[in-house]
Structures are given as structure tokens and as C-alpha cells.
Nanobody, 125 residues
Framework: QVQLVESGGGLVQAGGSLRLSCAAS????????MGWFRQAPGKEREFVAA????????YYADSVKGRFTISRTNAKNTVYLQMNSLKPEDTAVYYC??????????????????WGQGTQVTVSS
């Protein structure tokens, strides 16, 4: 069973940067595709980015393309989300999750599991 713990969230001004980390327990992390999602108050959880098990393929929501970068270091059982040029609309709780089924690039929350507890990102204008 993979357990995920997110960190790195915080308060930042618009235009600033943050780097989120998702640390995974378990010996099978390197065989899993992973994803980042976010959920703002009163809104549904939405796809942000995903990465294949070996880092060879990455996918992004249109709203973050060109600003966010997903990466992973399997030796450290960690996946990252580098967020640049942050906007107030990026404010949300950010979650990482393990891809279980379906097409990774579809970014459907129901296709993911082992959700972490989330980390809050707040972008002030």
C-alpha cells in the first residue's frame, strides 16, 4: 500500500513560485504513474498535472501549461510540482495521487487513489 504526504504549500504573492513535494512510502512507487490535483473551496477537484512511472511522459491542464512543471525522483520516492508565475486563481488545496486505471492524460480523479492529505496554496493579488 502506497501512502502519500504532500508538503511545500504556503502563501505567496501573484507572480511568485512554490515547489510542492509528494513523498511516498512503499517499495512500488517507481512503478506507478502519479498525478497532482487541486480543489478550491466550493469547486470540484481538478486535474493539474501527471507523470508516467519513469518520468518519460508528462501531461498538464491547459490552465497551468507553461507555468507548472511536474517531475519525479524515484530514488527518493518523491514527485514534485514546480509552480511559477502563480495567479490568485491557483489558490487551492493541492493533492497528489497514484494512477490506478484508465488513460493517464485524461486526468480523471476517479482513476486515481492513495490520496494524500493535501497542502494549501494561497496566492494573494
Amino acid at each position: 500500500q502506497v501512502q502519500l504526504v504532500e508538503s511545500g504549500g504556503g502563501l505567496v504573492q501573484a507572480g511568485g513560485s512554490l515547489r510542492l513535494s509528494c513523498a511516498a512510502s512503499g517499495r512500488t512507487f517507481s512503478s506507478h504513474n502519479m498525478g497532482w490535483f487541486r480543489q478550491a473551496p466550493g469547486k470540484e477537484r481538478e486535474f493539474v498535472a501527471a507523470i508516467s512511472w519513469n518520468g518519460g511522459s508528462t501531461y498538464y491542464a491547459d490552465s497551468v501549461k507553461g507555468r507548472f512543471t511536474i517531475s519525479r525522483t524515484n530514488a527518493k520516492n518523491t514527485v514534485y510540482l514546480q509552480m511559477n508565475s502563480l495567479k490568485p486563481e491557483d489558490t487551492a488545496v493541492y493533492y497528489c495521487a497514484r494512477h490506478l486505471k484508465g488513460q493517464l492524460e485524461a486526468g480523471i480523479p476517479q482513476d486515481f487513489g492513495s490520496w494524500g492529505q493535501g497542502t494549501q496554496v494561497t496566492v494573494s493579488s
